[in-house]
């Protein structure tokens, strides 16, 4: 691919999080450095238990190493922290991305967005269990911010460094960072664009367990509301309720000719959930508020 001169002279720093994957990472790391651009490498080493550290010190990375497993996102924050570059690309450390698509992002990233996300295209996901529940993450992102979200939870994305460090306390330490620096720079009002890219088969064995992180993954679900806007999860809840409360009413009225205990119960309850709602959006906008 032919590089443009504002590529060329930007600073770049590729950030890639890896716990055990001494495997791939030798070679994640040399194909990154081969490419002709200004950039430098970071490879967090997130307690792994193999020569993930030493195999990318040899192959040319800046290698900060943890302790300790704090997980995916606690590692991508430790590697922004230590970046020296304008630009900020992140990048998995199992082989399944493609070196060359740096390229892609970042130029895309100069056409005057902020954060550019590699978003997966059809047959790259892992398996249909994932790919089924990216595809409800992006519907329930597209409606909660009013953008179209391609690829809400892809890690491969570059981002505009002093941007992306006004979210960094936002961030979890999970593998959810990516849903949640997506969804605060919709909110702060950044652009985000997505870059359709390929991803290959990982090398070795995936860190995400099915049934623990199902169920986390439902609760980021719930997380992306209150994180955006959470009136538009409130809100819906509280009418729905409000309704079934109507509902009840109307029967009780026209055969028992009486207001239940069960109508009060649900009539209350709708609007304790709505007012929740607007304390929950207040604090929202103040933890926004504290960012800027």
């Known amino acids: 691919m032919k590089l443009s001169e504002e590529v060329v002279k930007l600073k770049i720093s590729v950030v890639i999080p890896a716990k055990n994957e001494a495997a791939t990472i030798g070679t994640v790391v040399e194909t990154v450095r081969a490419l002709a651009l200004d950039l430098e490498v970071i490879v967090v080493d997130d307690g792994s238990d193999d020569d993930t550290g030493i195999i990318s010190s040899v192959a040319g990375a800046i290698v900060i190493k943890h302790p300790y497993s704090k997980g995916n996102g606690a590692a991508i924050k430790t590697g922004a922290r230590h970046a020296k570059?304008?630009?900020?690309?992140?990048?998995?450390?199992?082989?399944?991305?493609?070196?060359?698509?740096?390229?892609?992002?970042?130029?895309?990233?100069?056409?005057?967005?902020?954060?550019?996300?590699?978003?997966?295209q059809r047959g790259s996901q892992a398996n249909v269990w994932r790919g089924t529940a990216n595809r409800f993450y992006n519907w329930l992102a597209?409606?909660?911010?009013?953008?179209?979200?391609?690829?809400?939870?892809?890690?491969?994305?570059?981002?505009?460094?002093?941007k992306f460090r006004e979210f960094i306390y936002l961030l979890p330490n999970g593998f959810s960072y990516p849903t949640t620096s997506t969804m605060a720079f919709f909110r702060a009002g950044y652009s985000v664009a997505y870059e359709p890219i390929h991803v290959a088969k990982r090398v070795g064995t995936s860190h995400i367990r099915p049934l623990k992180d199902g169920t986390r993954f439902v609760l980021i679900i719930f997380k992306i509301g209150t994180l955006y806007s959470p009136l538009k999860i409130f809100a819906?809840?509280?009418?729905?309720?409000?309704?079934?409360?109507?509902?009840?009413?109307g029967y009780t009225l026209s055969a028992f000719d009486k207001f239940t205990n069960m109508s009060a119960l649900l009539f209350t309850s709708s609007a304790m959930i709505f007012l929740m709602g607007l304390i929950s959006e207040q604090i929202t906008m103040l933890m926004y508020k504290r960012s800027e």
Not at 147 to 162: I, N, P
Request: hydrophobic content about 45%; glycine content about 12%; charged content about 20%.
């Open 236 to 249: 819906p809840i509280s009418l729905l309720i409000f309704m079934l409360g109507m509902g009840w009413y």
């Open 85 to 120: 570059g304008d630009v900020l690309v992140f990048m998995d450390g199992d082989g399944q991305h493609d070196a060359d698509s740096i390229v892609k992002l970042v130029d895309r990233l100069l056409s005057g967005h902020d954060l550019v996300v590699g978003s997966r």
């Open 142 to 162: 597209t409606y909660m911010s009013g953008h179209k979200v391609s690829d809400l939870t892809s890690g491969f994305r570059a981002v505009r460094a002093e």
